[in-house]
């Protein structure tokens, strides 16, 4: 007897998420939830969706975002939500909203702005400041809907300020009144929903006017107090990142913290250029923890992280230069144009830059460290496509080289200048972090960096480069990266509903034009509020994506489906959100 469903997607190569290889399949859906899957199913659907040749998967799950504040103004969680990112976890690296005094509004604004790149005059029109406990953060979240699902963390700068005030963001350390105040408002938010706690020790996340992030070396007493909070509550997940400058006292600490709070823990982990080996001990003490039946983890990237320089983007080699600066007031079209007039480009090229206080300003002449990422976009490009290198065949000085190559593709191509990840040249690093047994899939950043960087694509390029088109080494397998992108990231935050392709799961889920699948190069757009600057980098190939049993994208454009919600705490299959 022929039964009745919402939707059936019918004859996709199902590739479930457990890492075991396609089959094919239909899947009847009914009330946001998978009822069955198999062949010749014995649903009718009232929507049929034909998935032949297509892969059909389940919704990426993305563990390290930064949406917090752009979840507070927009229904829209882009540009993950265009890469078949189902649901996105935020508060990442320790930096958010909540909890908040409104005394203290200024300081985690410019917080913000510093750590992850988040204009103030972006953050001051579009943040609505309807809270001031987590809890009322939440409750904001839960009134409002969204193209994705949507949870969060416990960020400590926030919690620092709220607990300490000033003595937070001059680093004083936490007295024991101050931890017993910070473990009640971790516990406070867990309680509401919150899925962890994060934290950031490294000396790259300063304020906007310089200051280190509040949270940069704080004792390990107080990560372990608020830990309690986690521990006591039986649930949460606790992320760092972290400079691990002194590497055997650093792990050693995170090692009692992880044995004394007793919850998983993720730490980032990169090949860093200075450094290019220390990577490897980070997992082999990741190995160590396991081994003694600690959950600690390895937040990995399956790209290089660093800068794309373009002249709508934050950063170029001439930023800095008198006549390029004194474009930016005009709208992108004209300064395009001005940029292409011979003698505005003799004088922006012979410039030499101004003194600035961006710390990282002498890295945007290492011309023999940037190359053009390309119409097609290269991520692991060999040396003869270096600045340096197209100059020197040319003949021309690097400095006119990257002018040139920055007028391409209507003023609008980038120059890639990695700065993690690809230290000897290749991926191969990265390959050996994707594929550790102990690692997650993350740092793509969405919502963050939103001047100079667009990782939120990661989940296109995973699945493009390395299980498709990588070669310069081994690829990765469909299946394996799937499992990476759904599955692993699911379960390590507690969303056991999501990630997997079974009945009495949720409906989140891709059905994916493999061979077709491509990304896009970025491009500057001015679409937040009062007119921010942010660089999206679209993607073709996404058949449909699907939250809750609703398709939100449909060969690449939104549908205006607002299933996605607020997710209070872990989920098994067949729960609601909390």
């Known amino acids: 007897m022929t039964q009745q469903a919402d939707l059936v997607i019918r004859n996709g190569q199902v590739v479930d998420g457990s890492g075991k290889p396609a089959f094919q399949a239909d899947i009847a859906i009914q009330d946001g939830r998978i009822i069955a899957l198999g062949t010749g199913l014995a649903f009718q659907g009232r929507e049929e969706m034909d998935a032949t040749g297509q892969l059909v998967t389940p919704g990426f799950v993305d563990i390290h975002t930064h949406y917090d504040g752009q979840v507070t103004w927009s229904n829209s969680v882009t540009p993950s939500s265009q890469h078949g990112v189902t649901t996105v976890l935020m508060g990442n690296c320790g930096v958010g909203f909540a909890p908040c005094k409104p005394a203290d509004r200024q300081r985690l604004v410019s917080l913000m702005e510093g750590v992850e790149d988040l204009p103030e005059i972006v953050l001051t029109t579009g943040l609505p400041w309807t809270w001031e406990s987590f809890p009322e953060y939440l409750d904001q979240l839960d009134q409002r809907e969204y193209d994705a699902d949507i949870a969060t963390q416990i960020p400590h700068a926030a919690l620092r300020v709220f607990a300490m005030g000033e003595r937070a963001v001059t680093r004083e350390p936490a007295t024991a009144e101050d931890r017993a105040c910070m473990e009640q408002l971790a516990k406070q938010a867990i309680d509401a929903g919150a899925l962890g706690f994060a934290t950031s020790r490294t000396i790259n996340h300063r304020a906007s006017d310089g200051t280190p992030i509040f949270t940069l070396d704080a004792a390990e007493e107080e990560l372990v107090a608020i830990g309690r909070a986690l521990r006591d509550s039986g649930r949460g997940v606790l992320q760092l990142v972290s400079d691990f400058s002194d590497i055997d006292s650093e792990l050693a600490m995170l090692r009692r913290v992880a044995e004394q709070t007793e919850r998983p823990l993720s730490v980032t982990v990169m090949q860093w250029h200075d450094a290019p080996d220390k990577w490897r001990t980070v997992l082999d003490w990741i190995e160590n923890c396991q081994r003694d039946g600690l959950q600690v983890k390895a937040q990995v990237s399956g790209r290089p992280v660093g800068i794309l320089m373009g002249f709508e983007t934050s950063f170029n080699p001439f930023s800095y230069t008198s006549t390029f600066k004194s474009l930016l007031t005009l709208p992108p079209a004209e300064r395009r144009q001005a940029l292409r007039d011979p003698a505005v480009r003799a004088k922006i090229i012979e410039e030499t830059p101004e003194p600035s206080d961006f710390p990282g300003d002498m890295l945007l002449r290492s011309w023999d460290l940037m190359y053009p990422l390309g119409e097609q976009p290269?991520?692991?490009?060999?040396?003869?496509?270096?600045?340096?290198?197209?100059?020197?065949?040319?003949?021309?000085?690097?400095?006119?080289?990257?002018?040139?190559?920055?007028?391409?593709?209507?003023?609008?191509?980038?120059?890639?200048?990695?700065?993690?990840?690809?230290?000897?040249?290749?991926?191969?690093?990265?390959?050996?972090?994707?594929?550790?047994?102990?690692?997650?899939?993350?740092?793509?950043?969405?919502?963050?960096?939103?001047?100079?960087?667009?990782?939120?694509?990661?989940?296109?390029?995973?699945?493009?480069?390395?299980?498709?088109?990588?070669?310069?080494?081994?690829?990765?397998?469909?299946?394996?990266?799937?499992?990476?992108?759904?599955?692993?990231?699911?379960?390590?935050?507690?969303?056991?509903?999501?990630?997997?392709?079974?009945?009495?799961?949720?409906?989140?889920?891709?059905?994916?034009?493999?061979?077709?699948?491509?990304?896009l190069p970025p491009r500057v757009e001015y679409d937040l509020p009062a007119n921010g600057r942010r660089v999206h980098q679209s993607a073709t190939g996404y058949t449909a994506t699907l939250v809750n049993g609703e398709v939100v994208q449909r060969n690449g454009r939104a549908t205006g489906a607002l299933p996605g919600r607020l997710v209070r705490g872990p989920q098994k299959p067949g729960t609601d959100h909390g």
């Open 378 to 519: 290269d991520y692991e490009p060999d040396a003869t496509q270096k600045v340096s290198a197209i100059a020197a065949r040319q003949g021309v000085s690097p400095a006119t080289c990257a002018y040139d190559l920055m007028l391409e593709q209507d003023g609008q191509a980038v120059l890639m200048l990695p700065v993690v990840n690809i230290a000897d040249g290749t991926l191969n690093a990265a390959l050996s972090m994707l594929r550790h047994p102990h690692s997650l899939y993350g740092l793509g950043d969405g919502g963050a960096h939103l001047g100079f960087l667009c990782d939120a694509s990661l989940p296109t390029h995973l699945l493009t480069y390395w299980a498709r088109d990588r070669d310069k080494g081994e690829r990765l397998t469909i299946p394996e990266v799937i499992k990476g992108l759904t599955h692993d990231t699911a379960v390590a935050v507690g969303l056991e509903d999501r990630g997997l392709l079974r009945a009495g799961y949720r409906a989140d889920i891709n059905i994916i034009d493999f061979d077709a699948l491509t990304l």
